[in-house]
């Protein structure tokens, strides 16, 4: 598909009330049509069919959608890890808001598959001064490294992330209530002794006892764990 079929069908499938609720979710992301995900994804997966290469490297980035486009069709897209990450690479800055950026994290399941090539990939990006690609951090090593092997190198990650952003400290409190599901004791551990910020501790907390996920006991137990403002 040329970028002007691609333009069409996004135009074809746009709401307006879709797009004006949408917009007001993702103040500072770009100009947006209105078409909603699952419509964008069903299109990833048709482009990835042909040339998705050549889609990739004279993709447009005029409207949100169009953005979101590309890190679908780099999540689906089946190559060379290699290939992949040079992609995601010119893709990661891109990124201007949480939708385009966590939905890429979860749909760039490759990364189960290459844990220790993406990891190190990820980790050039942690002290980067931008905010978003330190999201991109922080939501990928939530959804694709919250394993045994990786969960005390994840939590040392996450406690190394300094972006004073909010959207840096969301992902990073997202983060550690999924951590605390899955991997109760090291986490627990971990709140004891960290270098997190006040806000992004008790966020994270907040996060856990608001977790369907998470016991009523160990809720008790995070409840008298909030930090004091100070």
Known sequence: MTNEEI????????????REFSSGLIPQ?????????PVIRSLAKELVKGDWRGYLRMAENDFFEEVMLQGLVIGYARAD???????????????????????????????QRHRGRVWDFLMQYRDVPEEFPQRVVAVMLMDHFLVEDYIDRVLAVWDSLK??????????????????????????AFLTDNHLDDFTYNKSIQKMIESYRITPEQKELLRTMKRLSR
């Open 163 to 188: 972006h004073e952003g909010y959207y840096r400290k969301m992902g990073v409190a997202w983060g550690m209530a999924t951590a605390y599901a899955k991997f109760p004791e090291q986490t627990h």
């Open 81 to 111: 890890i290699e290939e992949i990450l040079s992609f995601a690479a010119e893709f990661i800055p891109k990124i201007a808001d949480w939708s385009v950026n966590d939905t890429f994290c979860s749909t760039f399941k490759i990364a």
């Open 29 to 37: 992301g770009q100009q947006m049509l209105g078409v909603r995900i």
């Open 7 to 18: 333009r069409d069908f996004l135009l074809k499938h746009a709401e307006r009330e879709y």
